[in-house]
């Protein structure tokens, strides 16, 4: 084989011309395949000496045309045949006679292909390696640990299968053996094939039947080898082999077979010609090979007519027999065909009779035999076929047979053929037969012809001929009939046409599914079109938002429904394409219906931050700094440093970022960024922090290496680390050590650590700063103990320091003895001089400072006195010199700059005695005035009143006496004279107002002071003790309770407040109007977590309030002041808590029917209750009770109050809903939400959302008129009167009047029957009929 630019020549040694020639570029081994024979033959011939023929030379190759298609050339004949696969071919061979291939495909499947008869056979799965058996048509293979044989390749489903350890390596056939020999883990088995299977199908290629038997004789049983004798019958068979095929039928078991085979084989031995040559033989053979037309050719070309007529009528072939009598003209074929007419009839085969008289040309003989042969339908058509003139009993009969076996269409034919009409046109239409009826009935019944076109369509469309319907329904003018079967047949533009003919309100439907239509095969704009003609354009937006063409969806939204739909759409398809992961489309949907935090939100979930802020600095800019820093903590717990570096620094936080990569040990980052942001010194602080993280001579380098060492040094010491700062100092700047050792003795002393301290000084060779910080913590020996190591000249300032410190403390001897040893007893003398010890200081300067001693007796003259006895000592010696005027002086000159105010009264007193035993009365009333005014200078009052009166002034004695509040002495001294008993009283009076002295007034007398007083003091329990035992005016009691009431109601303390008001009484409305407003509106203001936190003692609590208003004997409910607004007012808040109390009830013992009306009828007190309690009380309870429309109403408004409170815009709630109902718009918006669970009104939020796209649920309230008599009418004001239990109008046959109040007796009855209460008066009740 030679190959060369995609061409493979075949060259045969000994012959001078080329084999052939082959196109190819595959040229392995596994996928070339040829095979080059001159005869078959076999190795051990003596085997197949008895073959009876030899074939013709074998010159084939099989190969590939492409990776998926195998030819196979006959090189001898030149015919190809070429076989196509689904998958690439990676092994193919050819047998030996190369008549089957063997191939393999990528996908490890094993094929076999008959090059006869282009069967194409699966034989394995997972193969992964296959070979022919050399010199024999037997296949080897694996299948994982399975080696499979097949023996028999003609049976691809009988395998011989053994189980193996390893891999097949090769097939060795040598001396009458064939092994497989398998490569297994540790060593190489080899499986034994047998050989005598493999010499069967060899011995069958070469025709040596008679070893082919050999060999099968010696098998034992099994369908192997039944499998193999069947196959050598069928061969030996068609070689018309007797003698074989009889051994083989006799192996096989086929008793019959062989004793037939036995008989031909002695008649052929007989006639002394076997196998071929026998004609007779022959035919039998293909008789037994059920062959019969082969049989009978035989026999008829050797021109032996009677045996096979004789062979046909063994078969019972009569007819055939008598076919070949009547070709061949024998003599005796009419009565062969009169004895077969006579046995058909004897053997009731009518039909065929009939058949044959049918050829005879007898047709009434032969209809009359296809009726009794119950085959009308033929005698119809034998009718047909000869129109001639028949009888009309004949013609009946047929029709009646027809008729009966269901030929309605036969029939009606025959009857219309006897002009029968009606009959006729019955039996077309029993039989369907509706072209023939319709041509009938146009001819001979108009009026029919619309019916029968309208039942034809009828058939048609229940026999699924849809399409043919569609006219008929035209023709019968069905319009809804023909549109269905337009679009039932899929006749599109038909329908659409045929629509013009129906009014819109039925053509809706149709319209409708031509929509669908049109949108399933994406044709928008005719779907979108008739999606509007059926009345239902939310479909067509559907439409475009599945196909993402969103303006289309947007425009026909826009034209075909509301706002909050729009919304909703817009919103609920932007996180579809969200979920889609098409993010660009699901923002440009949020930020066109104005969500930009959907829109951000949405960006964020994604992880796509750039996007995020690009959106937060575009709508949200107030919030980008915090985005930046959420984005930038986010980014940094999850390890991505960079990027929240990049957001830290973009929200003005660089620091941050230079801590992330502190934290993370991230140096030359927090380095780069402080340095970019913070400047040189930032980076400074960053290496110093750096060179602390590194520690020692590491850090140390760092920072030379940085130029920052003493400036390490000094932040070090600046933050207390001076241990650092010195192991920098001694490592790389030795001259900064004192310097460190004096920053931390500093420190260490400013922390009274002062042992280490005096250590640090002396490191840093300042221990005279170690003497002063003793010195500075009076530490006297621990600072002379460092003078004496370290410092000695600093001994004298350490005693003058003591010294000082003890005169400071008035031990003037030991600092005087201390200034001594210091060597300065100047010192000494000046603190004497300065302590006014002239005593001290005169013996001082005797003994050690002689030269100043007369100046210390000139400062000893000069001194003035600063103490009592040194006033009375220099008086008493004036006095005792006679200097009356001199020593008066020298007493009134005491101030309290020199002695203490307790001592001024004895002095001065001292003043006055002189004056009065020795100065004149002018002198002496001059002495006792100036004294008694010093005295009201000190708050000596009663003293100096006692001078003023011995003077005779008895006014200013009395004011004196007032002005100190000494009454009894003012008391005393007005005595006599009713002038100043009255002012005195007076200004006693005043001055326990002043003073607030609810005691004092009280002895006093006055008790509208004292109430005051209380009053202002909130000491409510005694004032109200003084009402009971004074009998204060009821005026001034309900003004006290009022103003207790505001008290309490500021701890939102509501039981003592009905204490209050049950026992102190109602404060006037006149007055307090605005009081009971906050009592109410705070009462039933309370959230929903607190109401039902103990829902039985808060439902008590607002009952006695009720009860306490409504009370007959309440000043409240009885006297307004006049005032008709107030009253009015005031009637407005009892209803609103007389309908909450009622309320409560209804919620107690499950009356929610009528709790729900009570509810709507809360609505009116908005301005007492809160207005989303108000909404979400009524829708709530609507929505429980299935009122989906009122429930919707009122939810949405309270979800867009909640919205208004959280954003702080009254002004935005829309209240255009109610418009006309007696709901108060607009009302203050609470502080507090009702339901503080953000997740429970989210809840709501999406309840609302939900029921917003149901069109089966209104969304509007109905109108007055319609509201009468439903849940509705609570909302409406109205002239009837009012229900007491419900608050809704009474129509006058439901009034019941009790207690002198009105309501609705079914209500009333259903309440009272529950609760066994008036719901007006709190008593018993029972209901009324």
Same mark, same amino acid.
Request: charged share 25%; with cysteine.
């Given at each position: 084989?030679?190959?060369?630019?995609?061409?493979?020549?075949?060259?045969?040694?000994?012959?001078?011309?080329?084999?052939?020639?082959?196109?190819?570029?595959?040229?392995?081994?596994?996928?070339?395949?040829?095979?080059?024979?001159?005869?078959?033959?076999?190795?051990?011939?003596?085997?197949?000496?008895?073959?009876?023929?030899?074939?013709?030379?074998?010159?084939?190759?099989?190969?590939?045309?492409?990776?998926?298609?195998?030819?196979?050339?006959?090189?001898?004949?030149?015919?190809?045949?070429?076989?196509?696969?689904?998958?690439?071919?990676?092994?193919?061979?050819?047998?030996?006679?190369?008549?089957?291939?063997?191939?393999?495909?990528?996908?490890?499947?094993?094929?076999?292909?008959?090059?006869?008869?282009?069967?194409?056979?699966?034989?394995?799965?997972?193969?992964?390696?296959?070979?022919?058996?050399?010199?024999?048509?037997?296949?080897?293979?694996?299948?994982?640990?399975?080696?499979?044989?097949?023996?028999?390749?003609?049976?691809?489903?009988?395998?011989?299968?053994?189980?193996?350890?390893?891999?097949?390596?090769?097939?060795?056939?040598?001396?009458?053996?064939?092994?497989?020999?398998?490569?297994?883990?540790?060593?190489?088995?080899?499986?034994?094939?047998?050989?005598?299977?493999?010499?069967?199908?060899?011995?069958?290629?070469?025709?040596?039947?008679?070893?082919?038997?050999?060999?099968?004789?010696?098998?034992?049983?099994?369908?192997?080898?039944?499998?193999?004798?069947?196959?050598?019958?069928?061969?030996?068979?068609?070689?018309?082999?007797?003698?074989?095929?009889?051994?083989?039928?006799?192996?096989?078991?086929?008793?019959?077979?062989?004793?037939?085979?036995?008989?031909?084989?002695?008649?052929?031995?007989?006639?002394?010609?076997?196998?071929?040559?026998?004609?007779?033989?022959?035919?039998?053979?293909?008789?037994?090979?059920?062959?019969?037309?082969?049989?009978?050719?035989?026999?008829?070309?050797?021109?032996?007519?009677?045996?096979?007529?004789?062979?046909?009528?063994?078969?019972?072939?009569?007819?055939?027999?008598?076919?070949?009598?009547?070709?061949?003209?024998?003599?005796?074929?009419?009565?062969?065909?009169?004895?077969?007419?006579?046995?058909?009839?004897?053997?009731?085969?009518?039909?065929?009779?009939?058949?044959?008289?049918?050829?005879?040309?007898?047709?009434?003989?032969?209809?009359?035999?296809?009726?009794?042969?119950?085959?009308?339908?033929?005698?119809?058509?034998?009718?047909?076929?000869?129109?001639?003139?028949?009888?009309?009993?004949?013609?009946?009969?047929?029709?009646?047979?027809?008729?009966?076996?269901?030929?309605?269409?036969?029939?009606?034919?025959?009857?219309?053929?006897?002009?029968?009409?009606?009959?006729?046109?019955?039996?077309?239409?029993?039989?369907?037969?509706?072209?023939?009826?319709?041509?009938?009935?146009?001819?001979?019944?108009?009026?029919?012809?619309?019916?029968?076109?309208?039942?034809?369509?009828?058939?048609?469309?229940?026999?699924?001929?849809?399409?043919?319907?569609?006219?008929?329904?035209?023709?019968?003018?069905?319009?809804?009939?023909?549109?269905?079967?337009?679009?039932?047949?899929?006749?599109?533009?038909?329908?659409?046409?045929?629509?013009?003919?129906?009014?819109?309100?039925?053509?809706?439907?149709?319209?409708?599914?031509?929509?669908?239509?049109?949108?399933?095969?994406?044709?928008?704009?005719?779907?979108?079109?008739?999606?509007?003609?059926?009345?239902?354009?939310?479909?067509?937006?559907?439409?475009?938002?599945?196909?993402?063409?969103?303006?289309?969806?947007?425009?026909?939204?826009?034209?075909?429904?509301?706002?909050?739909?729009?919304?909703?759409?817009?919103?609920?398809? %932007? =996180?579809? !394409? &969200? @979920?889609? #992961?098409?993010?660009?489309? $699901? +923002?440009?949907? /949020?930020?066109?219906?104005? *969500?930009?935090?959907?829109?951000?939100?949405?960006?964020?979930?994604?992880?796509?931050?750039?996007?995020?802020?690009?959106?937060?600095?575009?709508?949200?800019?107030?919030?980008?700094?915090?985005?930046?820093?959420?984005? %930038? =903590?986010? !980014? &940094? @717990?999850? #390890?991505?440093?960079?990027? $929240? +570096?990049?957001? /830290?620094?973009?929200?003005? *936080?660089?620091?941050?970022?230079v801590n992330m990569y502190r934290t993370s040990d991230l140096w030359q980052d927090a380095m780069r960024v402080a340095k970019l942001h913070g400047g040189v010194h930032a980076s400074k602080r960053v290496a110093y922090a750096w060179a602390i993280a590194l520690g020692g001579e590491a850090g140390a380098r760092l920072l030379t290496k940085q130029g920052l060492i003493e400036p390490a040094i000094d932040y070090a010491m600046e933050s207390g680390a001076f241990d650092h700062a010195l192991d920098l100092a001694k490592t790389a700047c030795p001259s900064k050590t004192p310097e460190v050792h004096l920053k931390h003795a500093l420190l260490l002393e400013d922390e009274e650590r002062f042992k280490e301290a005096e250590i640090a000084f002396i490191q840093a060779h300042k221990p005279r700063e170690a003497i002063d910080m003793?010195?500075?913590?009076?530490?006297?020996?621990?600072?002379?103990?460092?003078?004496?190591?370290?410092?000695?000249?600093?001994?004298?300032?350490?005693?003058?320091?003591?010294?000082?410190?003890?005169?400071?403390?008035?031990?003037?001897?030991?600092?005087?003895?201390?200034?001594?040893?210091?060597?300065?007893?100047?010192?000494?003398?000046?603190?004497?001089?300065?302590?006014?010890?002239?005593?001290?200081?005169?013996?001082?300067?005797?003994?050690?400072?002689?030269?100043?001693?007369?100046?210390?007796?000139?400062?000893?003259?000069?001194?003035?006195?600063?103490?009592?006895?040194?006033?009375?000592?220099?008086?008493?010696?004036?006095?005792?010199?006679?200097?009356?005027?001199?020593?008066?002086?020298?007493?009134?000159?005491?101030?309290?700059?020199?002695?203490?105010?307790?001592?001024?009264?004895?002095?001065?007193?001292?003043?006055?005695?002189?004056?009065?035993?020795?100065?004149?009365?002018?002198?002496?009333?001059?002495?006792?005035?100036?004294?008694?005014?010093?005295?009201?200078?000190?708050?000596?009052?009663?003293?100096?009143?006692?001078?003023?009166?011995?003077?005779?002034?008895?006014?200013?004695?009395?004011?004196?006496?007032?002005?100190?509040?000494?009454?009894?002495?003012?008391?005393?001294?007005?005595?006599?004279?009713?002038?100043?008993?009255?002012?005195?009283?007076?200004?006693?009076?005043?001055?326990?107002?002043?003073?607030?002295?609810?005691?004092?007034?009280?002895?006093?007398?006055?008790?509208?002071?004292?109430?005051?007083?209380?009053?202002?003091?909130?000491?409510?329990?005694?004032?109200?003790?003084?009402?009971?035992?004074?009998?204060?005016?009821?005026?001034?009691?309900?003004?006290?309770?009022?103003?207790?009431?505001?008290?309490?109601?500021?701890?939102?303390?509501?039981?003592?407040?009905?204490?209050?008001?049950?026992?102190?009484?109602?404060?006037?409305?006149?007055?307090?109007?605005?009081?009971?407003?906050?009592?109410?509106?705070?009462?039933?203001?309370?959230?929903?977590?607190?109401?039902?936190?103990?829902?039985?003692?808060?439902?008590?609590?607002?009952?006695?309030?009720?009860?306490?208003?409504?009370?007959?004997?309440?000043?409240?409910?009885?006297?307004?002041?006049?005032?008709?607004?107030?009253?009015?007012?005031?009637?407005?808040?009892?209803?609103?808590?007389?309908?909450?109390?009622?309320?409560?009830?209804?919620?107690?013992?499950?009356?929610?029917?009528?709790?729900?009306?009570?509810?709507?009828?809360?609505?009116?007190?908005?301005?007492?209750?809160?207005?989303?309690?108000?909404?979400?009380?009524?829708?709530?309870?609507?929505?429980?009770?299935?009122?989906?429309?009122?429930?919707?109403?009122?939810?949405?408004?309270?979800?867009?109050?909640?919205?208004?409170?959280?954003?702080?815009?009254?002004?935005?709630?829309?209240?255009?809903?109610?418009?006309g109902t007696c709901i108060p718009f607009p009302v203050d918006m609470p502080d507090e939400h009702y339901i503080q669970s953000e997740q429970d009104r989210e809840d709501i939020r999406d309840w609302v959302l939900a029921i917003c796209v149901d069109k089966s649920v209104s969304q509007q309230l109905p109108s007055r008129s319609q509201a009468v008599g439903t849940i509705y009418a609570g909302l409406y004001s109205s002239n009837s009167p009012t229900c007491i239990v419900t608050g809704y109008p009474v129509q006058p046959w439901e009034i019941v009047e009790i207690s002198n109040v009105t309501a609705n007796k079914g209500d009333w009855n259903h309440y009272v029957r529950v609760v066994k209460r008036c719901p007006w008066t709190n008593k018993e009740q029972v209901p009324s009929f």
């Open positions: 084989m030679v190959h060369r630019a995609g061409e493979l020549a075949l060259v045969e040694y000994g012959c001078n011309e080329m084999l052939g020639s082959v196109r190819t570029d595959y040229i392995s081994g596994h996928l070339l395949s040829l095979q080059i024979k001159e005869k078959q033959s076999h190795p051990n011939e003596s085997l197949f000496q008895h073959a009876e023929n030899n074939t013709r030379p074998v010159k084939t190759i099989g190969y590939l045309l492409d990776a998926q298609s195998i030819n196979v050339r006959d090189l001898v004949t030149g015919t190809c045949t070429t076989f196509s696969h689904d998958a690439s071919v990676d092994w193919l061979e050819l047998n030996g006679c190369a008549r089957l291939l063997l191939f393999r495909d990528k996908r490890r499947q094993l094929h076999l292909v008959d090059l006869r008869s282009h069967v194409r056979v699966i034989m394995l799965d997972f193969c992964t390696y296959v070979q022919w058996v050399p010199d024999s048509d037997v296949v080897v293979a694996q299948n994982r640990h399975k080696l499979c044989v097949w023996y028999n390749i003609q049976t691809p489903d009988q395998v011989t299968v053994h189980q193996i350890r390893g891999n097949i390596e090769n097939i060795e056939r040598v001396d009458g053996r064939t092994e497989v020999i398998v490569s297994e883990t540790l060593s190489t088995a080899s499986y034994l094939l047998d050989e005598a299977l493999i010499q069967f199908g060899t011995a069958l290629d070469a025709c040596a039947y008679t070893s082919a038997v050999d060999i099968l004789e010696c098998l034992e049983s099994s369908a192997e080898a039944e499998a193999m004798w069947k196959r050598l019958e069928e061969v030996s068979l068609a070689e018309s082999n007797l003698a074989t095929t009889q051994r083989c039928t006799a192996a096989l078991g086929n008793v019959a077979r062989t004793r037939y085979l036995r008989r031909l084989l002695s008649a052929s031995n007989m006639q002394c010609i076997s196998g071929p040559g026998n004609v007779r033989v022959c035919a039998r053979c293909a008789l037994l090979a059920g062959e019969d037309k082969r049989a009978e050719a035989l026999a008829l070309s050797q021109g032996h007519i009677l045996d096979a007529i004789k062979m046909q009528q063994e078969l019972h072939n009569f007819e055939q027999a008598v076919a070949i009598a009547v070709e061949r003209r024998l003599p005796q074929a009419q009565a062969m065909r009169d004895d077969h007419f006579q046995y058909l009839l004897d053997s009731n085969q009518a039909s065929k009779a009939a058949k044959l008289k049918e050829c005879e040309g007898e047709l009434t003989v032969a209809i009359q035999l296809y009726l009794s042969a119950g085959m009308p339908g033929r005698a119809r058509q034998l009718l047909k076929q000869h129109d001639g003139r028949h009888s009309t009993a004949l013609l009946e009969r047929v029709a009646v047979e027809l008729s009966t076996n269901g030929l309605y269409e036969h029939a009606g034919e025959l009857y219309e053929r006897m002009d029968q009409l009606q009959r006729a046109m019955d039996y077309y239409i029993k039989g369907t037969a509706f072209c023939k009826a319709v041509e009938l009935a146009r001819k001979t019944f108009p009026s029919k012809v619309v019916e029968l076109q309208e039942m034809w369509g009828n058939h048609l469309i229940e026999n699924n001929q849809v399409e043919m319907a569609i006219n008929h329904f035209i023709e019968a003018s069905a319009s809804s009939k023909a549109i269905q079967a337009a679009l039932g047949s899929k006749q599109w533009k038909k329908a659409e046409q045929l629509l013009d003919m129906l009014d819109s309100d039925a053509a809706a439907q149709y319209h409708a599914e031509l929509a669908l239509h049109y949108d399933e095969i994406g044709d928008a704009a005719a779907a979108e079109r008739q999606y509007k003609l059926a009345k239902t354009p939310t479909k067509a937006v559907e439409m475009y938002v599945r196909q993402n063409r969103w303006n289309h969806a947007h425009r026909v939204a826009v034209s075909y429904m509301e706002a909050p739909e729009v919304h909703l759409l817009c919103i609920s398809h %932007a =996180q579809k !394409l &969200e @979920s889609d #992961g098409k993010l660009s489309e $699901a +923002e440009q949907i /949020y930020l066109t219906v104005d *969500e930009p935090d959907l829109a951000i939100n949405m960006y964020k979930k994604e992880r796509n931050f750039d996007a995020m802020i690009r959106l937060v600095g575009k709508y949200r800019c107030e919030l980008l700094k915090e985005t930046h820093q959420y984005l %930038a =903590q986010h !980014l &940094e @717990s999850e #390890g991505h440093f960079h990027d $929240a +570096e990049h957001h /830290y620094c973009e929200a003005g *936080e660089w620091l941050s970022a003793y010195i500075h913590q009076q530490a006297w020996s621990d600072a002379l103990e460092v003078a004496k190591k370290h410092e000695s000249s600093a001994a004298g300032d350490i005693y003058a320091a003591h010294a000082r410190s003890e005169a400071a403390a008035g031990n003037h001897h030991h600092a005087e003895e201390l200034f001594l040893l210091a060597g300065k007893p100047e010192l000494a003398l000046s603190m004497y001089r300065d302590a006014s010890l002239w005593k001290q200081a005169r013996l001082l300067a005797d003994r050690h400072l002689p030269h100043l001693v007369p100046d210390v007796a000139r400062q000893i003259e000069n001194q003035h006195p600063t103490s009592k006895a040194e006033f009375l000592e220099v008086g008493r010696h004036l006095e005792h010199q006679e200097e009356w005027d001199n020593a008066v002086d020298v007493y009134l000159s005491a101030r309290e700059g020199y002695v203490n105010s307790s001592d001024l009264e004895q002095i001065w007193n001292a003043a006055v005695v002189v004056a009065r035993n020795h100065l004149s009365v002018a002198k002496q009333n001059a002495v006792l005035n100036q004294v008694a005014q010093l005295l009201c200078g000190i708050h000596r009052h009663e003293s100096a009143a006692e001078l003023y009166r011995v003077l005779g002034d008895l006014e200013k004695a009395i004011n004196c006496s007032v002005e100190g509040k000494c009454w009894a002495t003012a008391r005393q001294l007005a005595s006599g004279s009713l002038r100043h008993e009255v002012a005195v009283e007076e200004a006693h009076a005043a001055a326990l107002r002043s003073a607030e002295d609810a005691d004092g007034l009280m002895e006093h007398g006055d008790q509208d002071a004292v109430a005051s007083v209380l009053l202002e003091r909130k000491q409510w329990d005694r004032l109200w003790q003084l009402v009971e035992q004074k009998s204060i005016a009821s005026v001034h009691r309900a003004v006290y309770a009022a103003e207790h009431i505001k008290h309490l109601l500021a701890k939102d303390d509501f039981r003592p407040i009905l204490e209050v008001m049950k026992q102190r009484g109602m404060p006037h409305v006149s007055a307090t109007a605005t009081v009971y407003r906050r009592l109410i509106s705070r009462l039933l203001g309370r959230s929903c977590d607190s109401e039902m936190r103990d829902f039985a003692s808060w439902r008590a609590l607002v009952q006695d309030f009720r009860d306490c208003l409504l009370g007959h004997t309440s000043p409240a409910m009885q006297d307004a002041g006049g005032h008709e607004e107030t009253a009015s007012d005031l009637h407005h808040l009892v209803m609103a808590l007389h309908y909450f109390s009622v309320y409560l009830t209804c919620i107690a013992h499950q009356l929610k029917d009528i709790a729900l009306k009570v509810a709507v009828t809360l609505l009116r007190y908005t301005g007492v209750i809160p207005v989303d309690k108000a909404f979400y009380q009524a829708g709530a309870l609507a929505k429980e009770l299935g009122h989906e429309t009122l429930a919707f109403i009122l939810l949405n408004h309270y979800i867009d109050v909640t919205e208004a409170m959280e954003e702080t815009t009254p002004g935005t709630v829309d209240h255009s809903d109610f418009c």
